[in-house]
């Protein structure tokens, strides 16, 4: 069998292959509620019957004002907790583990999403006052409060209790929103966090914010639950996060609880060269994976299965998310199956043929 279709277990969970679902924003709760509805059932559903092995929903609010816009998912109350569990019974009715992808914007919150405007909703206009690591806002967004250090420890609760939701809700997984230039990204990176208490200065205390967070996890949910971090590996300066200083936060995660690691990059700063190309961000986490024990996934413009076979075979990562490839086929993991010439047995009754009249 190709690598990229056996089986991984992480703690007390199995993924029937190695290819995941990234998260990506939907922006469709139109009740601005953050309630999921049969939008997400349908479109998280469709990856599930597609092949997946595990089908993540995209980046869920811990808390209102973590919200990238007010059409973002949240989980910051029993009410949304058991929406979400229509949307991970069908994901388990066909045989994919689901993940939430737990998150909170920081000083990147409160936009409009691209088809009901452009840039920041402003406090007059419906939105609200971010909050961040730091008072710097993002250019052309609202400008953040930043957070005292009690507020730091109220957040970290936040975190804890949407976990423990997420698993009332029925998910499998949880995954920890540290990339991007979001809430958790903002306190590691020395470029947005100039803080002098205990959550800033060294790479430790910058990433003390993120390693609380997984302690208060990890404790909340027990030791079955499989938590996953996404990083962005690099801010692309040199006054900024690092792939290095990456690897090193990875370690200390690894030591309160993380089980797996999913590398991208950039987000946090505008005005910083990308080198965009097939597999870009593969060579990232190939340096983590590298450095830690537990698995690694590499996402970023891997569209092609035998793409993805040559990933898994020549380099230390483990699994493949794939994120705009399954949103221009959401069953691309059952044809990357009969591209690599690989028979499984998650072929959907209904389309298989012989199984209608002709």
Request: proline letters at 5%.
């Given at each position: ?64 004002a ?23 019974d069908?994901?388990r ?8 992808q ?9 936009n ?27 250019p ?8 005292t ?11 804890v ?7 009332a ?12 230039g ?16 205990e ?25 079955d ?23 090193e ?15 991208s ?5 505008l ?13 990232l ?7 830690v ?66």
């Open positions: 069998m190709t690598k990229l279709f056996e089986p991984i277990t992480i703690r007390s969970k199995t993924s029937r292959n190695r290819i995941w679902i990234a998260p990506m924003c939907q922006y469709s709760c139109e009740n601005q509620d953050g309630m999921p509805s049969n939008w997400h059932v349908v479109h998280l559903g469709s990856r599930a019957v597609g092949g997946a092995g595990l089908v993540m929903c995209e980046a869920t609010a811990v808390h209102p973590g919200r990238i816009s007010p059409w973002d998912t949240g989980i910051w109350n029993d009410e949304q907790a058991k929406a979400w569990k229509e949307v991970t069908f994901i009715e066909h045989g994919a583990l689901s993940a939430i737990l998150a909170h914007a920081g000083r990147k919150a409160s409009f999403r691209s088809w009901s405007g452009q840039g920041a909703i402003t406090v007059e206009n419906g939105g609200w006052t971010p909050v961040s690591s730091t008072g710097e806002a993002f052309e967004y609202n400008t953040p409060h930043e957070l250090t009690e507020e730091v420890y109220d957040s970290i609760q936040d975190w209790d949407a976990a423990k939701r997420s698993i809700a029925g998910f499998d997984v949880l995954e920890i929103h540290a990339a991007h979001y809430l958790v990204h903002q306190f590691l990176s020395p470029i947005t966090n100039q803080r002098t208490d959550f800033g200065g060294s790479l430790e205390k910058r990433a003390k914010y993120l390693v609380d967070i997984l302690k208060g996890i990890r404790q909340a949910v027990g030791e639950v499989p938590v996953i971090v996404r990083f962005s590996a690099t801010d692309y300066r040199a006054d900024g996060f690092t792939v290095e200083q990456c690897a936060v990875a370690k200390l995660c690894e030591a309160v609880g993380a089980d797996v690691f999913d590398i990059s950039g987000g946090l700063v005005g910083v060269q990308i080198p965009f190309g097939p597999g870009y961000q593969v060579p986490a190939n340096d983590v994976a590298e450095e024990d537990s698995p690694v996934a590499a996402v970023g413009l891997i569209t092609d299965s035998k793409q993805a076979e040559e990933i898994l075979q020549t380099t230390d990562v483990e699994i493949i998310m794939i994120g705009r490839l399954s949103l221009r086929d959401p069953y691309w993991p059952l044809r990357a199956a009969h591209e690599l010439g690989v028979e499984v047995d998650y072929w959907p009754n209904q389309y298989v043929r012989g199984t209608y009249p002709a």
